[in-house]
């Protein structure tokens, strides 16, 4: 549905057995704490507003508010400000098993397009391969989030976040599927003109394995490498 709402289809025959369902999550005044209604977020003005109503819904206490809000912020900015689109965003929490699910469709530029600004890059695979690690940005001006100010480390951090706390994370654009926490790519047989992030985790092994920390210093650990440090 996050899918077909960025492609603003909105009159689709509905299976009888998911109407309901699917109801729940068009409708912006829905209170349930399982179900967060989709949301598209137009500009960067509407971002952190959106975001803050989301992550109430997906953190069972604020243990973790602040590092869900991170994941969610730094995704939204990549698609309104490197893909120059609208961002489509789905979540939803699964009570009895622990997890929740982000999912952020666009219809803007694509990886291809944005990471071939600044690295080699000839295939979407290659291009989703690239845009996930240190440093590596589409855009040109600095971009600063609520957590951190380092332009070209959102989907980084992101997919060390999934790989510690072994959830799954999925990129999508052009002909291209990447399963990030596997380093699986695979060749699809439709192109999506755009991008979307898809990622699931247990709210557990995130509590454990980054909010104890809190997001700063988790980001800190994962950027303090043997080349990073002072030389003197």
């Given amino acids: 549905m996050a899918i077909l709402r960025a492609m603003d289809k ?19 005044d829905e209170i349930s704490y399982t179900t967060v209604p989709i ?3 137009q500009t960067e003005a509407q971002s952190d507003r959106i975001v803050k109503e989301i992550i109430q819904r997906l953190a069972s206490s604020q243990d973790y508010e602040e590092e869900l809000s991170y994941i ?15 961002a489509t965003v789905y979540c939803q929490v699964y009570p009895n098993i622990d997890e929740i699910e982000i999912g952020v469709v666009d219809r803007g530029l694509g990886f291809l397009k944005t990471i071939s600004r600044v690295r080699k890059v000839e295939t979407h695979k290659d291009a989703l391969k690239e845009a996930v690690k240190k440093g590596v940005s589409g855009y ?10 380092h332009a070209g480390m959102g989907l980084y951090i992101i997919s060390e976040i999934l790989k510690d706390c072994e959830g799954l994370m ?8 990447y399963d990030v926490v596997s380093g699986k790519t695979l060749e699809c ?6 991008s979307i992030v898809y990622i699931r985790l247990c709210r557990d092994k995130f509590k454990r394995k980054v909010s104890d920390y809190g997001i700063g210093l988790y980001i800190s ?5 043997q080349e ?4 003197f």
């Fill in 39 to 41: 949301k598209k977020i």
């Fill in 189 to 194: 047989d439709f192109n999506w003109d755009g």
């Fill in 221 to 225: 650990m994962k950027l303090s490498t």
């Fill in 228 to 231: 990073d440090e002072d030389v």
């Fill in 72 to 86: 969610l912020s730094e995704l939204v900015i990549n698609f309104l400000i490197h893909g120059q689109s609208p």
């Fill in 140 to 149: 040109a001006k600095m971009v600063y989030s609520s957590a951190v100010k």
């Fill in 10 to 28: 909105r009159n689709v025959k509905l299976n009888p057995d998911i109407e309901s369902y699917v109801n729940r999550i068009l409708q912006e």
């Fill in 170 to 177: 999925y990129m999508i654009s052009g002909n291209a599927l």
